[in-house]
């Protein structure tokens, strides 16, 4: 089986652009979680969305949003890019709401390098 | 909120030799999941182990195990018999029971493991 796919790898945009990233999760995992990490650091929690529903949302901007496709695979949009945002973008899935339950753990992607010029 | 340290940001071992990575966290939760996640240059997180906070007995998967101190906060990841392929970066994680942020993993900021012959 498939596991998580994102797209695209690498992405470069400017400051003030807006950028879309993808997310295709495991076959039959309805639950969706995108993650943020800079450099040098661990991730960050984004969002979460479960059966196309936002379940969680993390500390970031409004200018990040995210939405769930009846297919399950999602969208991150980030707006009004600052050079800030530069990072790798990671998605998970998981099969239930809970990406923590013991017969339920995320699934993670190689992630989207972003970096804002 | 949970926070997690790790306060190793680089170690090193020997091919064939044990060595131990430190985590702590701090949560006002009894009840939580915790995680060894590794990523190597290929920047997919990888479940390494996990352990349930309500279990007293420490998990172990193959060369990987945990000293779980729930008293401490302390969570230390040892690997045995390192090999070649368990250089990475290791990520200690939290995650609540709560339904709506199951799925919200809190990461600390990494340990960088270097095998050597």
């Known amino acids: 089986d498939a596991g998580v796919t994102q797209s695209p790898t690498h992405l470069i945009k400017t400051r003030g652009q807006h950028v879309t990233l993808r997310c295709s999760p495991i076959s039959g995992h309805k639950s969706v979680s995108w993650y943020q990490q800079v450099l040098g650091q661990g991730p960050q929690f984004i969002f979460q969305y479960y059966e196309k529903e936002e379940r969680g949302r993390g500390n970031f901007p409004d200018r990040f949003s995210a939405r769930q496709f009846p297919n399950y695979s999602s969208e991150l949009n980030v707006n009004a890019l600052l050079l800030g945002d530069s990072a790798l973008y990671l998605c998970a899935s998981s099969y239930k709401n809970s990406g923590s339950s013991y017969n339920s753990p995320l699934h993670f992607g190689n992630g989207t390098r972003l970096t804002v010029t | 909120a949970q926070t997690v340290t790790q306060s190793q940001p680089e170690m090193s071992v020997q091919e064939a030799e044990t060595v131990t990575l430190s985590c702590t966290y701090d949560?006002?939760?009894?009840?939580?999941?915790l995680f060894w996640y590794k990523q190597p240059p290929s920047r997919q997180m990888i479940l390494v182990i996990r352990?349930?906070?309500?279990?007293?007995q420490n998990a172990t998967e193959n060369r990987f195990s945990v000293n779980f101190q729930k008293a401490a906060k302390s969570f230390s990841l040892k690997i045995s018999d390192s090999q070649l392929g368990d250089a990475a970066m290791y990520f200690c994680a939290y995650s609540g029971l709560n339904t709506g942020t199951a799925s919200k993993l809190t990461f600390g900021t990494g340990t960088r493991l270097q095998v050597t012959l």
């Open positions: 949560t006002s939760e009894s009840d939580y999941y």
């Open positions: 352990q349930e906070a309500y279990k007293q």
